[in-house]
């Protein structure tokens, strides 16, 4: 059962994700909504788009939840893939979705906090090296007067 759910809500998300069923979509509204007159624009006439509106978007709900959920695990993987393959990366990054929303807020300060440092690191890199091709640039000694023309 949960295999056929899979591979029928990625199908479904795939197909009614598409250009062609936004198309269909609205060609059913624009459908509808010509059948007013014919109707009277009555009650009924109403409550069949609301009704169908409101299963489809029920069912949708479910299928897109559930994409959604393989899509998301299936990124964590790879990013859990990625740090435990560098050796200078922290593994405790890894599974950093099962963290509580404290322990995320702090790790959001501590990578804020070394953020800053690099910014004010590379900003001092940049004056020393303004300072430097600026000294580059000066003669070491003054310039010898130039002679007199006779």
């Given amino acids: 059962m949960s295999e056929f759910f899979r591979r029928f809500s990625q199908k479904a998300a795939e197909l009614l994700g598409s250009a062609w069923a936004f198309v269909a979509a609205a060609m059913i509204i624009i459908l509808w909504a010509a059948t007013g007159p014919l109707f009277d624009f009555s009650d009924t006439w109403q409550l069949v788009i609301n009704t169908g509106t409101t299963i489809i978007t029920f069912l949708m709900v479910f299928l897109i939840q559930n ?84």
């Fill in 67 to 150: 994409t959604q959920n393989r899509d998301t695990k299936a990124f964590h993987l790879k990013i859990d893939e990625l740090i435990r393959a560098q050796s200078h990366a922290r593994n405790s990054l890894i599974r950093l979705e099962e963290m509580s929303d404290a322990q995320l807020e702090s790790l959001h300060q501590e990578f804020l906090h070394i953020s800053q440092q690099r910014e004010h690191q590379r900003e001092h890199h940049r004056a020393r090296n303004a300072a430097h091709a600026a000294a580059a640039t000066k003669p070491d000694s003054p310039a010898a007067p130039s002679p007199k023309p006779n």
